[in-house]
């Protein structure tokens, strides 16, 4: 699909160029652009942490048997 775009001079300066650095087109080089702001979630760019919720999710299983052992341990000394 054609378009056309207003984008400030500046930034179109350092696209173009950027995009001549990498060899690639400019256009090549706008649709990549877009492509990659369009993969990110905007309420991760707010809450960077939120990208990271739930990557401890394995070790629950781990922390139960920790949690368990100490218990244990506890109950004895009590005894």
């Known amino acids: 699909m054609k378009t056309a775009l207003e984008i400030p001079d500046k930034i179109f300066r350092r696209a173009k160029s950027k995009a001549a650095e990498r060899g690639m087109s ?8 877009v492509e990659e702001k369009l993969k990110t979630d905007p309420r991760g760019e707010q809450k960077p942490w939120m990208k990271h919720l739930g990557k401890l999710r394995s070790l629950r299983k781990e922390t139960a048997r920790i949690n368990k052992v100490i218990e244990e341990a506890f109950e004895k000394v009590d005894n």
């Open 26 to 33: 400019l256009r090549q080089f706008i649709v990549e652009a």
